[in-house]
């Protein structure tokens, strides 16, 4: 199967970005964990990271035609970008939201999204782990298990 991860604002900065939030690691790092885990898992996954809300936008939109999947993590826009969940729900392919942190555990602007109602479910708190774990639920929903 054919998934798409995106990656929201400032998620490039992984790394050097809040390493007490959000680890040590890069985004690079994560994009080459999750190609490793496709391989074992048979899952064929395209990375993508924008800053821009249009293109994150685009990007849904395009998904839709290439692929059997999305995971997203839209970062802040996840509490208030009503055009990214609109984008999310005009699409026909599941879509599941990841968060790195425990976005319950932090500044109560963080415990809202806007984006979670129109997805399939909503990871938080795992780190890197909760795209693995989005991308087995992806393949099992799909009946590839
Ligand atoms: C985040 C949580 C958001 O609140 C924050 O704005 C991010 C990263 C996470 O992965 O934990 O940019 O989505």
């Given amino acids: 199967m054919r998934i798409i991860v995106i990656n929201g604002p400032n998620l490039n900065r992984l790394g050097v970005r809040e390493p007490g939030v959000y680890g040590s690691k890069t985004l690079t790092d994560l994009e080459q964990r999750l190609l490793v885990f496709g391989d074992v898992e048979g899952i064929d996954v395209s990375c993508f990271q924008s800053n821009h809300e249009g293109d994150l936008i685009d990007a849904i939109h395009e998904a839709n035609d290439q692929y059997e999947g999305i995971i997203i993590n839209p970062g802040a826009f996840t509490h208030y970008s009503y055009a990214i969940r609109d984008a999310i729900a005009s699409v026909n392919i599941p879509t599941i939201e990841v968060h790195i942190s425990n976005v319950h ?36 929903q799909r009946g590839g298990k």
């Fill in 105 to 140: 555990a932090r500044e109560d602007f963080r415990h809202t999204s806007v984006t979670a109602p129109v997805t399939m479910g909503q990871i938080v708190g795992l780190g890197f782990k909760g795209y693995e774990l989005a991308m087995l639920a992806l393949k099992e």
